[in-house]
């Protein structure tokens, strides 16, 4: 999956919903789920997402909704071998990029 969200330190919950094309009210979800998405809170109480977090998502992400992982399953599978987990899913993001760039290169051909 790939997630389109400007390089920044902090994102809002609405932005991070909308780049997942999911509701606020599961990102919220998640974050009591899993205990690896620790946003951060401002004076008001609002989430302010980190790159770190962002990153997290990606990997409930491809575990739930892409590979059709339960949420227990998905927490087994970030907790038994969470560096397997992150280590493939940045291979499959990197594939994905490269075959989007050859598609690329191939549409202008």
């Known amino acids: 999956m790939h997630v389109d969200l400007p390089e920044k330190r902090y994102?809002?919950?609405?932005?991070?919903?909308?780049?997942?094309?999911?509701?606020?009210?599961?990102?919220?979800f998640w974050e009591k789920e899993f205990d690896i998405i620790k946003p951060k809170k401002n004076a008001k109480g609002n989430r302010l997402f980190t790159q770190d977090d962002i990153v997290n998502f990606k990997l409930i992400f491809n575990l739930v909704k892409e590979r059709g992982f339960t949420l227990e399953?998905?927490?087994?599978?970030?907790k038994k071998n969470p560096e397997s987990t992150f280590n493939k899913h940045e291979i499959i993001t990197?594939?994905?990029?490269?075959?989007?760039?050859?598609n690329k290169i191939k549409n202008q051909l």
């Open 94 to 102: 990197r594939l994905e990029s490269v075959k989007a760039e050859l």
């Open 73 to 78: 399953g998905a927490k087994q599978k970030l």
């Open 11 to 28: 994102y809002k919950i609405g932005e991070v919903a909308k780049a997942f094309n999911v509701n606020a009210s599961l990102i919220r």
